[in-house]
């Protein structure tokens, strides 16, 4: 199949980078056990050596429709602006997420260097505004860095224009000698990000938070019922701990800060993709960024599957690097018990992502869970031994 989509043959080697993208859905019933929602998997090539350097084949599985539909790219039927925009001279960022985004680089009528994405049409005006609001508030106010000047929106095709910033993803530049001192800069970034005053957002929805914490431990217990008693407990202490959080505790925040949206280009820093930006707890968002390092960069993913690496002590060191300058940023402690809480919460979230996704992976699966069990532990020590 592989070498289908990518033209390949004996006398021509695979393409220059094959992606697949999975996903099951899955709803919970009344009795714990779960109900199929659909899945797709998604096969994606990019060759650059072709008229058409990316090309994906789709296969997506609905119950309700009892059948098993498939679209070759650019015709997915839920994102109408692929197939008018993918034409032109564009440069298609992997992963394209089927029925949800793609995001690419082409130009403006005039030339100007830009970022197009394309998404529903029901959603795309909700995210351009948000694109706007952010826009101008950075332009109002000092701060560490720049984001994306909205270029444009077409509502009907759902596709939306960015100005294009430069600079390297922070993925690719962290190292095992500079990621201290890289993520201490993003420390406080962060800080100035949870500051700016964007006005008319939605609230975080916390309870929405607290119910997919629940699908989400039953999902990897499913998956893995030898978790259960350990996963149930955890959930039992969450929910004993769960924060105390009043209007007052909201800020700004950026609703995916991760490497990924971090742009360096020397001493000039970018922040992008505001899509799904909200008004909610910044502890919420410190510790998503803690627990996403160690699936979205390279450096410390590597070493997190490596059996024969250590424990992941620069991770832990990285970390304490990144809320040093959050926190010298913000010229105050935050409430790390409360950092602690989110984070438990997310390495439970991002374990049921990775089984979502059909990217388990043995060794990083039970560093998780032993990660997951030891924070645990110093949350119950944290709140005087509660059991």
């Not at 090539?45 to 498939?70: H, I, N, Q």
């Not at 994102?79 to 992963?95: E, I, K, R, T, Y």
């Not at 100005?163 to 406080?188: F, I, S, Y």
């Amino acid at each position: 199949m592989y070498r289908l989509l990518a033209g390949a043959s004996p006398d021509r080697p695979l393409a220059d980078s094959i992606h697949v993208h999975s996903l099951i859905r899955g709803e919970l019933t009344a009795d714990r056990g779960w109900t199929l929602e659909g899945f797709h998997t998604s096969l994606q090539v990019r060759d650059a050596s072709r008229r058409r350097p990316f090309r994906a084949l789709t296969f997506l599985y609905a119950p309700e429709a009892g059948r098993v539909d498939c679209w070759e790219f650019p015709h997915d039927p839920f994102l109408p602006g692929l197939a008018s925009f993918f034409q032109a001279d564009v440069d298609v960022f992997l992963p394209y997420v089927p029925r949800r985004r793609l995001t690419f680089r082409t130009r403006m009528a005039d030339g100007t260097p830009a970022i197009g994405k394309v998404v529903r049409p029901s959603t795309v005006a909700d995210i351009y505004d948000r694109q706007v609001k952010v826009s101008a508030a950075v332009k109002a106010a000092p701060t560490t860095f720049a984001v994306a000047r909205p270029l444009g929106i077409n509502m009907t095709e759902g596709v939306f224009f960015q100005e294009l910033r430069p600079g390297t993803e922070l993925t690719h530049l962290l190292d095992q000698d500079n990621c201290r001192d890289l993520l201490r800069a993003v420390g406080r970034i962060h800080r100035d990000l949870h500051g700016l005053n964007v006005p008319d957002l939605p609230a975080w929805n916390f309870s929405k938070y607290l119910q997919r914490l629940v699908t989400y431990v039953e999902w990897i217990s499913f998956l893995r019922p030898d978790q259960r008693p350990v996963l149930d407990g955890v959930r039992d202490l969450l929910f004993r701990q769960v924060p105390d959080l009043t209007p007052a505790d909201y800020a700004f925040c950026h609703g995916d800060f991760s490497c990924h949206q971090l742009l360096t280009d020397g001493d000039r820093w970018s922040v992008v993709d505001f899509d799904g930006c909200v008004r909610g707890d910044p502890h919420f968002e410190i510790a998503k960024l803690i627990a996403s390092l160690k699936y979205n960069v390279p450096l410390f993913r590597d070493r997190f599957r490596d059996p024969a690496q250590p424990e992941p002590d620069l991770l832990e060191q990285a970390c304490a690097s990144y809320l040093q300058g959050y926190e010298e940023q913000a010229q105050h402690t935050m409430n790390r018990t409360r950092i602690l809480w989110y984070r438990i919460a997310w390495e439970v979230h991002h374990l049921a992502r990775r089984l979502k996704r059909d990217q388990f992976h043995p060794v990083a699966f039970d560093r998780a869970i032993a990660l997951i069990g030891d924070l645990s532990e110093q949350l119950r020590r944290d709140q005087g031994g509660d059991s």
